[in-house]
C-alpha cells in the first residue's frame, strides 16, 4: 500500500518549472532515494513532501490525505504528526541541550517523556552526551540528535535532505546504519542526496533532471 | 525540564543579549516613574500652596521688598523680618471690601549651629485668624497657649519636645503635615509667644529694628475679600490709599507658580514622550536584529510541528520575561533615585514639591510595570509575526 | 579573566568612585563632618578594592564582602553615624541620598555576581 503518491505535480516560479509533471509513489515501508544534480528539483520535492511547500499543479497524496489543498495550520499538524525531517546543517535549537533538544519536539507532539527521549539518544549512541549543548557536540554528534529528534515521535515517514552532506566517513556510516536499522523496523525512508553512495543504500533511487523524473532504479545489491 | 519554559531557557542561556533589551526596558520605566512622580509632586504641591495661602491679599510693608522675593516667599520659605506698626493694620482694615483681615509677625531664628537651617517663625492672632488656624486644628487638639509652637515637616523637632529660639524654649505641641514649600520649614505660635520671643531676639542683640512695643507691630496682613468686591480693584484700592505698604493678590503669585510649574512639568512630559519614542524604536530594532539572528532557530520549531500562533506567542513571551525583568529594574532605580534625592530635586526646581503618598508610589510602580509590560512585546510583535511567516523550507535549507 | 568578572568588577568600581570621591566633593557633609566623610570614602575604597580582586581571582568571597561594603556605606549616614536632623542640610540632601543610592547599587550587582559566581561553581 502507498504511503505516498505524488500526481502529474508541478512547481513554477515565475517562468521557471522546478518541477515538471512529476508523479511516483512510495510503499509503506519502504528506503526511496531522490536524486539528481543541483537544481534537479529534489529540494522543491523535498519541501512539498515535508508540507513545507504546495505544488502549483497536480496532488500529493499522504497516507490517503490530499496535502496539496489542506491549509497551514493543517499542514503543521500533518508535519507534527506524519514526518521526522533531517537536514544537512543539523539545525538544533542553540540554547536547548541534546535531551531536550528532543523533548521539546515530544512537547509539540504529545508529553516531554526523558526517559523516552533518553532511550532515543541512547539509540543513536549519545546517552552519555544528553546533557551537552549544541556548541559541545561535533557535527556527526549533532546530526544523530536530529536522527533521534526525528525519531521520537514514531512518525510514519522520514524525510532527510542530504543527512551526511556535513559528516565526514565516520559519521556517514553512523547515520546510514541507523536508517537500515530504521528501515527493518518498518519506517518508511525518503532520503535526498547527490551524494551516489548514500543513494545507493537505498531500495530504489528515483532520478531527477531538469524536474522530471529521468529514471527509476531498483537495487538488486539492497541489504535488508 | 519543561518545555513551557522554552522564553526563559533562551533568556536566561543569551545573558549578553537578555541584559541589553532589559537595560533598554528599563530606560523605559525608569523615565516613565520618575517623570510621574515628579510631574505628580509639582501638581500636588501647588494644590497645597493653593489651599494654605487661605487669605485673597496679603499686604506687607514696602521694606519687605528689598528682603526678599515676594514671589517667591512662600516657596523656597526665605526667612524674612520686616514690620509695620498695628495702626498700619488697622488703616488697611478700613478699607472698603474686606470680609475678614488676621495680622502676622514674621521672625527668623540665627543660625544655631551648622546643622540646622534657620527658620522662620510666625505669630498669628488667635482672635482674628483665618489662614493658619484652620489646617494648625487639623493637628493640634487644643488652642496654642504661651511658649507653645506648632512646626512645619520639615522643623527637626518632634511633638513634646522642646525648641529654643532666642534662648526662649518653646514646647513643640504638633507637626504640620508636608505641603512642599517653604512653609514646611516654619515654626508657628501666637502674638503672645512672638511678642516674647521678639523681646529675647532684641536682646540678644539681633539687627532688628522695632522702636515701638513689639506686641504692637504685624510683619503682614492676610485679608479675605467681601464677595461683592473685586479682589483686583480692594488691592489697588490699598495700594493707591495706604502709604508704604504693598497688597499682594495671593492669586498672582500662585499663577506665577503655576506657570513656572507648568513650564517643568512640560519639559518632563517632552522628555518622558521623547525617550519612549526613541527607547520603542530602539526596542523593535533589537527584536528585528536578534528575529534575523533567530530565523533558524524558528524555522526548526515550525519542522517540530509549532505552529505559527505558537511560534508568536513564544516569541512574545520572551519579550515579556525580559519586559518584566527590564522593568523591575528600572522601578526599583527610580524608586531608588528619586526618593533618595527627593530634597534635592525639590531645591533645584524651586518649585512647590509633595512627593506622593507610599499608596500612590506604589499604584505609579504598577502602572509602570503595567505600561512596559505592554510595550516590550509590542515591539517585539512585528518581529514575531514576520519570522513565524518567513518560509520554513527556504531557511533551513540555505542554513541561513 | 571572565568577561563577567570584568563587567561586574568595572560598574562596582565605578559606583565606589562616585561614592569616595562624592563625599569629598559634591555630595560633601556639613562643614565639620570629616569623621563621615573619611569613613564613606574608606569603605567606597575597600568595595573598589574587594571589586578588583572579584576581577583577577573570581571567587564567593569579593562579591560577598562587596555587597557588606555596601550595606554599610548604606547604614553609615544616619545610623551608624549621626548626621544633622535638618532635612534641608547638606548631610541630608547630599551625603545620605548619594551613600544610600550608591551603595544599594553595589549591593544588588555584588549579590548577583554573588549568584553568579555561585551558579558556575555548582555547574564545574
Known sequence: MSLLEIKNVSKIYGELKALDDVSLSVEKGEWVAIMGPSGSGKSTMMNIIGCMDKPSKGQVLLDGVDISKESGKKLTEIRRDKIGLIFQQFHMVSYLTAVENVMVSQYYHSMPDEKEALEALDRVGLKQRARHLPSQLSGGEQQRVCVARALINHPELILADEPTGNLDEANENIVLDLFKQLHREGTTLIVVTHDPEVGEAAQRMIVLEHGRVAKEVVNQNFEA | MSISKLPLRNILRHPGRTTAIAILVAVLSFSLLSGSILVYSLNSGLRSLENRLGADIIVLPDSARSKVNIDNLYLQGTTGYYYMSTAKQEEITKRDGIAAASGQVFLATLRADCCSMPVQVIGFDPETDFTVQPWIAERAKNDLSLNEVVVGSKVSAGVGESLRIYGISCRVAARLDATGTGLDTAVYCTGETMAVLLNAAREMNHELKITTDPSKVVSAVYLRVDPAFSVEDVANDINIHVRKVQAVKTRSVISGVSDSLGGVASTIKALIIGVWALSFLLLAAAFMLLGGERKREYAVLRVIGVSRKRLSGIALKEALFVSVLGGLIGIALSLLIVLNFHSLIEKALALPFLLPSGRNIMLFAVSTLVCVCIAGPLSAMVSALKLSRADTGIILREGV | ?124
Open chain 3, 1 to 124: 579573566m571572565k568577561k563577567r568578572n570584568i563587567v561586574f568588577g568595572l560598574i562596582i568600581g565605578l559606583m565606589c568612585i562616585v561614592l569616595a570621591l562624592g563625599v569629598q566633593t559634591f555630595a560633601k557633609p556639613c562643614v565639620h563632618d570629616r569623621k563621615l566623610m573619611t569613613l564613606l570614602t574608606v569603605e567606597g575604597g575597600a568595595v573598589a578594592v574587594l571589586a578588583g580582586i572579584g576581577m583577577i581571582r573570581p571567587g564567593l568571597k569579593s562579591p560577598f564582602l562587596a555587597a557588606i561594603g555596601g550595606i554599610l556605606a548604606i547604614l553609615t549616614p544616619g545610623t551608624l553615624m549621626k548626621i544633622c536632623a535638618d532635612e534641608m542640610m547638606r548631610c541630608q540632601v547630599y551625603t545620605r541620598p548619594t551613600a544610600v543610592v550608591t551603595g544599594a547599587l553595589i549591593v544588588a550587582l555584588s549579590l548577583v555576581w554573588f549568584g553568579l559566581e555561585l551558579k558556575h561553581r555548582e555547574h564545574t
